[in-house]
T-cell receptor, first 112, second 115 residues
Framework: GENVEQHPSTLSVQEGDSAVIKCTYS??????FPWYKQELGKRPQLIID?????GEKKDQRIAVTLNKTAKHFSLHITETQPEDSAVYFC???????????FGTGTRLTIIP | ETGVTQSPTHLIKTRGQQVTLRCSSQ?????VSWYQQALGQGPQFIFQ???????GRGNFPPRFSGLQFPNYSSELNVNALELDDSALYLC??????????????FGPGTRLTVL
């Protein structure tokens, strides 16, 4: 089955700097790669997703890149703000409505 | 916020007991997936329900079972509770349609503690 690895497990950046979180996946059949943000005690919230027919997607300060050949994808957050502090999870699935396999999470701390 | 709701928010049970958790899917969605999230870990897929039938299952024993109702809401039942079942249980709803794919949106979760 699919296996998703995520790095780093913790990340601290100065406010205003950029943050990058990387994930690799094992199943070349996977086509859908979402990123979720989870604040303490709250639900995972979808922040951006990308499908295999696209190499990059951007939404304001957040971007995701996908390299299908290398089987890795990354989350980029620019101009970080204190409210970006949370745990971020990457995930992979065949299609968006099928089983999601999650990474182990990255705890992002923005230092004011 | 998504339109996915779950009840109860918190639950405390003892080993050996049984528990039922409930999920109401977002309007327009026909599929519900359940995930278990242990402390400090990513969510793990338990199973998915579509048209009132199980439509995929993760590596969870048969004492984890579910139902989906005609209004697409769903229940997760866990029998013979064990200490390791203590976790946040999340449901996610999505639309399974022939013409394409859709995203899963999570509910707020039920925090289950087994003593």
């Amino acid at each position: 089955g699919e296996n998703v690895e995520q790095h780093p497990s913790t990340l601290s950046v100065q406010e205003g700097d950029s943050a990058v979180i990387k994930c690799t996946y094992s199943d070349s059949a996977s086509n859908y790669f979402p990123w979720y943000k989870q604040e303490l005690g709250k639900r995972p919230q979808l922040i951006i997703d990308i499908r295999s027919n696209v190499g990059e997607k951007k939404d304001q300060r957040i971007a995701v890149t996908l390299n299908k050949t290398a089987k890795h994808f990354s989350l980029h957050i620019t101009e970080t703000q204190p409210e970006d502090s949370a745990v971020y999870f990457c995930a992979a699935s065949l299609f968006g409505n099928e089983k999601l396999t999650f990474g182990t999470g990255t705890r992002l701390t923005i230092i004011p | 916020e998504t339109g996915v709701t779950q009840s109860p928010t918190h639950l405390i049970k003892t080993r050996g007991q049984q528990v039922t958790l409930r999920c109401s899917s977002q309007s327009g969605h026909n599929t519900v997936s359940w995930y278990q999230q242990a402390l400090g870990q990513g969510p793990q897929f338990i199973f998915q329900y579509y048209r009132e039938e199980e439509n995929g299952r993760g590596n969870f024993p048969p004492r984890f079972s579910g139902l989906q109702f005609p209004n697409y809401s769903s229940e997760l039942n866990v029998n013979a509770l064990e200490l390791d079942d203590s976790a946040l249980y999340l449901c996610a709803s999505s639309l399974l349609a022939a013409q394409g794919t859709d995203t899963q949106y999570f509910g707020p979760g039920t925090r289950l503690t087994v003593l």
